[in-house]
């Protein structure tokens, strides 16, 4: 069963997407007085790693934003359809970069349960040895909690990136067709 319909929010655009980015980015360099104290830190990774699949557009945002080239991906699976999980995550891919001895950022692109982040950090601290941080954009109620993030929400984001994946399993999911054609029509409408 998936979440409530009215429950769904969006980044509605790249644009936007970018802007969160940027705010995570300054938070992360500690060049921004707006930023939480407990947010601001100065930061400087050695290596950034998206998180596969929705990590690796905002980790390539903050690969150029902190103007750090050293970009590598891993690859955790857990959810199988909206709201729906697997039993636990599990690393479908290892880190693709040596880690060893750095300081690594981990990017996704929201820590909603928490448990992907959780297992990913794992992953990287045993290999890292260095200071490990983690940003997603958005974090919810997470049982993991990032060094770094850009806002805090209680409703299931849709990225623009993720927009037609998200669409079709509401359009499988929904069984009212009101309700579903006001979702898809928002969704579809969305920059």
């Known amino acids: 069963m998936i979440r409530n319909p009215e429950s769904f929010t969006g980044v509605r655009s790249f644009a936007e997407s970018e802007i969160r980015c940027s705010e995570l980015g300054r938070c992360i360099r500690h060049d921004d007085r707006t930023c939480p ?4 830190s100065g930061y400087s990774p050695q290596v950034i790693v998206g998180v596969s699949r929705g990590g690796w557009p905002p980790a ?3 690969s150029d934003l902190l103007e750090n080239p050293n970009l ?14 697997a039993q636990r995550p599990k690393i479908t891919q290892p880190v693709t970069s040596e880690v060893i001895g750095k300081r690594v950022l981990v990017v ?6 928490g448990h992907s982040l959780r297992v990913a950090s794992k992953h990287l601290r045993r290999r890292a040895r260095g200071r490990l941080g983690s940003a ?5 109620k997470s049982i993991f909690k990032p060094n770094h993030y850009a806002r805090t929400t209680s409703k299931w984001v849709i990225f623009p990136w993720e927009r037609l994946e998200a669409i079709n399993l509401i359009k499988r999911n929904l069984r009212s067709k009101g309700k579903t054609s006001n979702v898809i029509r928002e969704l579809k409408g969305a920059d």
């Open 37 to 40: 104290a407990d947010q601001s």
């Open 60 to 62: 390539r945002v903050m």
């Open 72 to 85: 590598a991906n891993m690859k955790v699976e857990f959810y199988r359809n909206i709201g729906v999980t």
């Open 108 to 113: 996704d692109d929201v820590a909603d349960s």
């Open 136 to 140: 997603p954009l958005p974090e919810t």
